[in-house]
C-alpha cells in the first residue's frame, strides 16, 4: 500500500494518506481562489477512513459556487489551508495538494469550474469543465 504524508507550514498539523486517492483535480471557482490566494486551488480526493490526522484543525463553513457546502479546514497557528469536505463527494476529504511533501506521483486529471478561471490561465490538454462534470 502507498503512504503519502504532509502538512502545514508550521508543522503543528500533519497527515498520512494510506493508499491511492480518488481523484486529482484544479477548481477555478472564486471561493477556491479567495482561499487558497491564488488563481485555483489543486486539490487530491481521498477517502476520508485513508487519511490519519495529527494536530487540531480550524475550520470554516462555506458554500461554494454551486450553492452546495463546503467545511475548509486550516492551521490556526499558520494559517495553512489543508483539507475541503465538500457536500457534493461526501465521503472524500479534499487535500490541498501544495500541502503535500512530494507531489511527483500526483497529476490534475481535470479542470473544474473553468467559468470562474483567471483568462491568464491556460489548462493545457486536461479536461475543462465549466463547473462540476456531471
Not at 489543486?42 to 463546503?70: F, N
Not at 495538494?97 to 479542470?111: E, Q, V
Request: charge should be negative; aromatic fraction near 8%.
Amino acid at each position: 500500500m502507498t503512504t503519502h504524508t504532509g502538512g502545514c507550514l508550521c508543522g503543528q498539523i500533519r497527515y498520512t494518506i494510506e493508499g491511492e486517492p480518488a481523484a486529482s483535480m484544479v477548481c477555478h471557482c472564486t471561493h477556491c481562489q479567495k482561499q487558497s490566494g491564488s488563481a485555483f486551488s489543486t486539490i487530491v480526493g481521498v477517502p476520508e477512513g485513508q487519511v490519519a490526522i495529527t494536530g487540531e484543525v480550524s475550520r470554516y463553513k462555506d458554500s461554494g459556487e454551486s450553492g452546495k457546502s463546503v467545511e475548509r479546514q486550516f492551521c490556526g497557528t499558520c494559517g495553512s489551508p489543508l483539507f475541503s469536505k465538500v457536500e457534493v463527494s461526501p465521503g472524500l476529504l479534499w487535500v490541498k495538494a501544495g500541502t503535500l511533501d512530494d507531489t511527483s506521483a500526483f497529476a490534475p486529471t481535470a479542470h473544474l469550474w473553468t467559468r470562474s478561471k483567471q483568462d491568464w490561465v491556460d489548462t493545457g490538454d486536461v479536461p475543462a469543465f465549466e463547473t462540476n462534470p456531471s
